[in-house]
């Protein structure tokens, strides 16, 4: 039984791995094209789901596994993922907590205008920013997952209102209304602050574009905290830079790391972070928990947790 991990890991993960399976080989590389060379006698595969997936398949005859180290799992759904009989798996729930906090730093972040404060504090200027208050606003969360419920739970507290979009109809414990996808534009315009929390699918490729920016409030903030795929970056920076709404937080990006030249450096309403909303310190530790139980599971033949239906990508 051998496990690659296409990720730096440190030595007592690998030796935990190994301990829980005994007998089989556990090995950590830093990249996809560095793995290459050692999955020809691999059964199962951890990597990012933003990696491309098909040359480690193709390389990898007798995969018979692969998971997903975060949510989401688009490039991981290549053409021998589809057509092998391939267990996929996904990082489901571990990333909830540290995400939906991160989300509600950046949303707290643009109310109280903190950037605007710790740049006059940088420049020893004593001027008050004029900030807003997150009670009594309209939160729309357009992907009600895992993650959107767990921001949902938190915006609560500041005693908001929270619109779920989904695709299909639920009662929702922190959702005062749900909405199905095909209702989007119904509700847009009722939000404050709009927050994309969908998977990557074909389905939500530039999910959010001109359409649904002009018809948000003017003084609307729109967060993405998901894929960028899910949004049409160029509609964004039209919208942002001609003042359609008013603002945007995120934490994805069609390149990343952000090109110098890219308009987003430039503009005064836009808060960004580098792909850190997962970043917390136990961040290692739950996942490596979640691969360990089911690279236990799968050694047994038994069922796999946080399977992923390939048809539908999540």
Known sequence: MKLVIINTLSEDKIKSLKKAVPGAIVESYKSP?????????????????????????????????????????????????LSRPIHLTNSHGVH?????????????????????????????????????????????????GSIGRAIAQRAKVFETRILAVKKHLSTEMFADHVYLEDQLAEVL????????????????DHFFGQKEFALMKRSALFINIARASVVDEAALIDALSQKEIAGACMDVFSKEPLPGDHPFWQMDNV????????????????????????????????????????????
């Open 33 to 81: 094209k560095e793995a290459i060379p050692h999955v020809a006698d691999a059964d199962a595969i951890a990597m990012w789901g933003f990696q491309d997936a098909e040359p480690i398949l193709a390389a990898g005859p007798n995969i018979r596994w692969v998971h997903s180290l975060s949510d989401g799992v688009e490039r991981l759904l290549s053409p021998s993922m």
């Open 96 to 144: 909830d907590r540290a995400v939906s906090e991160h989300t509600l730093a950046l949303l707290l972040a643009w109310m109280r205008r903190i950037p605007d404060a710790v740049r006059h504090q940088s420049a020893h200027e004593w001027i008050r920013p004029r900030g807003d208050t997150l009670f009594g606003k309209t939160i729309l969360i357009v992907g009600f």
């Open 189 to 204: 315009p009722e939000a404050d602050i709009v927050i994309a929390a969908l998977p990557a699918t074909p389905e939500t």
């Open 271 to 314: 808060i960004m972070t580098p792909h850190i909303a997962s970043m917390v310190p136990d961040f290692w530790d739950k996942l490596t928990s979640l691969l360990q139980m089911n690279f236990v599971a799968f050694a047994h033949g038994d069922k796999l947790m946080n399977e992923v239906d390939k048809k539908k990508g999540y």
